[in-house]
């Protein structure tokens, strides 16, 4: 028996509460996993908008580890996006099962 199968089967023999539970936390596994990848796409789209600006200024943008994006920013972002698809899983999670 594979590795998956064996997986599907100990779910199957789960009671429906544990079953909930898990499917719980897939949900909000995978709403956290959206928010981040937003996150990730709204830096690269401030960062694109931030190296235009700079460009049409004739400025030098300052680079932090190949982003030019301050390292608080950085983490910010990724936080805001983490918090942000936790929230709006416990949010969704409430509106199509609550």
Do not use: D
């Not at 994006?69 to 983490?82: C, E, F, N, S």
């Amino acid at each position: 028996m594979g590795v998956v199968q064996s997986i599907f089967s100990s779910i199957r023999q789960c009671g429906p509460k544990m079953r909930n539970r898990l499917k719980h936390a897939v949900y909000l596994t995978t709403a956290t996993f959206l928010g981040l990848v937003l996150s990730f796409i709204a830096h690269a789209l401030i960062e694109i908008a931030y190296l235009r600006w700079v460009e049409s200024q004739g400025l030098v943008a300052p680079f932090y580890g190949g982003c030019t994006l301050t390292p608080p920013v950085q983490i910010g972002l990724w936080v805001a996006g983490a918090v942000g698809g936790y929230l709006f899983g416990r949010w969704g999670w409430r509106m199509v099962y609550g």
